[in-house]
Protein backbone atom coordinates (compact mmCIF):
# COMPACT_ATOMS: atom_id res chain seq x y z
CA UNK A 1 0.00 0.00 0.00
CA UNK A 2 1.00 3.48 -0.99
CA UNK A 3 2.45 5.55 1.83
CA UNK A 4 -0.84 8.14 1.91
CA UNK A 5 -0.75 11.67 3.76
CA UNK A 6 -3.41 11.39 6.76
CA UNK A 7 -6.43 13.42 6.01
CA UNK A 8 -6.23 15.02 9.42
CA UNK A 9 -7.06 18.49 8.22
CA UNK A 10 -10.18 20.29 6.01
CA UNK A 11 -7.39 21.56 3.76
CA UNK A 12 -6.16 18.07 2.79
CA UNK A 13 -9.31 16.40 2.82
CA UNK A 14 -10.55 19.16 0.27
CA UNK A 15 -7.65 18.79 -1.81
CA UNK A 16 -7.62 14.95 -1.87
CA UNK A 17 -11.39 15.23 -2.77
CA UNK A 18 -10.66 17.63 -5.97
CA UNK A 19 -7.50 15.89 -6.88
CA UNK A 20 -10.39 12.88 -7.30
CA UNK A 21 -12.62 14.74 -9.14
CA UNK A 22 -9.90 15.70 -11.42
CA UNK A 23 -10.01 12.27 -13.02
CA UNK A 24 -13.58 11.42 -13.06
CA UNK A 25 -16.89 12.87 -11.71
CA UNK A 26 -18.40 11.29 -8.63
CA UNK A 27 -21.23 10.93 -7.03
CA UNK A 28 -21.85 12.42 -3.67
CA UNK A 29 -22.28 9.03 -1.82
CA UNK A 30 -18.81 7.85 -3.46
CA UNK A 31 -16.79 10.98 -2.70
CA UNK A 32 -17.83 10.21 1.17
CA UNK A 33 -17.17 6.52 0.98
CA UNK A 34 -13.74 7.45 -0.70
CA UNK A 35 -12.44 10.25 1.54
CA UNK A 36 -13.83 8.25 4.98
CA UNK A 37 -11.83 4.85 3.64
CA UNK A 38 -8.36 7.54 3.56
CA UNK A 39 -9.60 8.18 7.07
CA UNK A 40 -11.33 10.88 6.83
CA UNK A 41 -13.18 12.96 9.42
CA UNK A 42 -17.24 13.28 8.63
CA UNK A 43 -16.70 17.18 9.88
CA UNK A 44 -14.10 17.79 7.46
CA UNK A 45 -16.11 15.77 4.41
CA UNK A 46 -18.84 17.68 4.84
CA UNK A 47 -17.32 20.67 4.89
CA UNK A 48 -15.97 19.55 1.67
CA UNK A 49 -18.93 18.25 -0.11
CA UNK A 50 -20.40 21.80 1.12
CA UNK A 51 -17.40 23.97 -0.85
CA UNK A 52 -17.60 20.74 -3.96
CA UNK A 53 -21.59 21.60 -4.25
CA UNK A 54 -21.06 25.61 -4.11
CA UNK A 55 -18.18 25.56 -6.75
CA UNK A 56 -20.58 22.74 -8.88
CA UNK A 57 -17.52 20.06 -8.49
CA UNK A 58 -20.48 17.89 -7.43
CA UNK A 59 -24.13 17.53 -8.56
CA UNK A 60 -25.42 14.51 -8.25
CA UNK A 61 -28.35 15.01 -10.83
CA UNK A 62 -26.35 16.26 -13.43
CA UNK A 63 -23.84 13.01 -12.73
CA UNK A 64 -26.85 10.55 -13.25
CA UNK A 65 -27.85 12.12 -16.18
CA UNK A 66 -24.26 11.59 -17.83
CA UNK A 67 -23.85 8.15 -15.99
CA UNK A 68 -27.48 7.03 -17.37
CA UNK A 69 -26.89 8.41 -20.74
CA UNK A 70 -23.35 6.07 -20.84
CA UNK A 71 -25.25 3.03 -19.54
CA UNK A 72 -28.15 3.48 -21.99
CA UNK A 73 -26.15 4.83 -25.04
CA UNK A 74 -22.64 3.11 -24.70
CA UNK A 75 -23.61 -0.14 -22.38
CA UNK A 76 -26.78 -0.62 -23.81
CA UNK A 77 -28.13 -1.38 -20.60
CA UNK A 78 -32.04 -1.77 -20.16
CA UNK A 79 -33.57 0.87 -17.73
CA UNK A 80 -34.06 -1.14 -14.78
CA UNK A 81 -30.08 -1.84 -14.86
CA UNK A 82 -29.78 1.71 -14.98
CA UNK A 83 -31.81 2.35 -12.02
CA UNK A 84 -29.76 0.09 -10.35
CA UNK A 85 -26.14 1.40 -11.16
CA UNK A 86 -27.87 4.67 -9.77
CA UNK A 87 -29.02 3.10 -6.84
CA UNK A 88 -25.48 1.23 -6.22
CA UNK A 89 -23.58 5.02 -6.43
CA UNK A 90 -25.47 6.39 -3.97
CA UNK A 91 -27.86 8.10 -5.78
CA UNK A 92 -31.24 9.12 -4.01
CA UNK A 93 -34.64 7.74 -5.71
CA UNK A 94 -36.06 11.50 -5.79
CA UNK A 95 -33.12 12.04 -8.14
CA UNK A 96 -33.18 8.53 -10.18
CA UNK A 97 -36.77 9.41 -10.78
CA UNK A 98 -36.71 13.06 -12.08
CA UNK A 99 -34.19 11.16 -14.56
CA UNK A 100 -35.30 8.18 -15.99
CA UNK A 101 -38.04 10.46 -17.18
CA UNK A 102 -36.12 11.60 -19.61
CA UNK A 103 -35.43 8.25 -21.44
CA UNK A 104 -37.74 6.90 -23.80
CA UNK A 105 -39.32 3.41 -23.21
CA UNK A 106 -40.26 3.50 -27.31
CA UNK A 107 -36.92 4.17 -27.90
CA UNK A 108 -35.32 1.66 -25.59
CA UNK A 109 -37.73 -1.12 -27.09
CA UNK A 110 -36.52 0.13 -30.60
CA UNK A 111 -32.82 -0.46 -29.52
CA UNK A 112 -33.77 -3.67 -28.11
CA UNK A 113 -34.96 -5.41 -31.17
CA UNK A 114 -31.65 -4.77 -33.36
CA UNK A 115 -29.63 -5.97 -29.91
CA UNK A 116 -31.56 -9.19 -29.75
CA UNK A 117 -31.49 -9.25 -33.82
CA UNK A 118 -27.77 -9.86 -33.05
CA UNK A 119 -27.70 -12.12 -30.31
CA UNK A 120 -29.79 -14.67 -31.88
CA UNK A 121 -28.65 -14.29 -35.22
CA UNK A 122 -31.24 -16.32 -37.13
CA UNK A 123 -31.56 -19.20 -34.62
CA UNK A 124 -34.78 -19.44 -32.84
CA UNK A 125 -34.33 -22.43 -31.03
CA UNK A 126 -35.97 -22.79 -27.71
CA UNK A 127 -32.44 -22.78 -25.97
CA UNK A 128 -31.28 -19.86 -27.64
CA UNK A 129 -34.42 -17.91 -26.99
CA UNK A 130 -33.69 -18.88 -23.15
CA UNK A 131 -30.11 -17.38 -23.50
CA UNK A 132 -30.89 -14.29 -25.00
CA UNK A 133 -34.00 -14.23 -22.35
CA UNK A 134 -31.58 -14.15 -19.40
CA UNK A 135 -29.07 -11.75 -21.42
CA UNK A 136 -31.12 -9.12 -21.65
CA UNK A 137 -32.84 -9.69 -18.39
CA UNK A 138 -29.38 -9.47 -16.66
CA UNK A 139 -29.08 -6.01 -18.80
CA UNK A 140 -32.26 -4.74 -17.22
CA UNK A 141 -34.50 -4.99 -20.14
CA UNK A 142 -38.49 -6.23 -19.41
CA UNK A 143 -38.78 -9.29 -19.77
CA UNK A 144 -42.12 -8.49 -21.90
CA UNK A 145 -40.16 -6.37 -24.05
CA UNK A 146 -37.44 -8.81 -24.56
CA UNK A 147 -39.89 -11.58 -25.85
CA UNK A 148 -41.73 -8.66 -28.43
CA UNK A 149 -38.17 -8.24 -30.10
CA UNK A 150 -37.92 -11.92 -30.13
CA UNK A 151 -41.37 -11.98 -32.01
CA UNK A 152 -40.39 -9.10 -34.29
CA UNK A 153 -37.08 -10.34 -35.41
CA UNK A 154 -38.76 -13.79 -35.78
CA UNK A 155 -41.62 -12.28 -37.95
CA UNK A 156 -38.85 -9.95 -39.93
CA UNK A 157 -36.74 -12.63 -40.78
CA UNK A 158 -39.38 -15.19 -41.90
CA UNK A 159 -39.05 -17.33 -39.59
CA UNK A 160 -42.07 -19.90 -39.52
CA UNK A 161 -42.48 -22.64 -36.55
CA UNK A 162 -43.12 -25.10 -39.03
CA UNK A 163 -46.60 -25.56 -38.23
Not at 23 to 48: M, N, P, V, W
Amino acid sequence: MRNQKPLDTYEKVKEKALRLLEFRSHSEFELTQKLRHQGAKDEYIEDTLDFCRRYGFVNDKAYAQRKAADLINLKKYGLRRVKSELKAKGISNIIIDEVMIEFDTDEECDVLVGLVEKKLRGDFSDKSKERCIRYFVYRGYDIYDIRNAINIVKERSGYSDGV
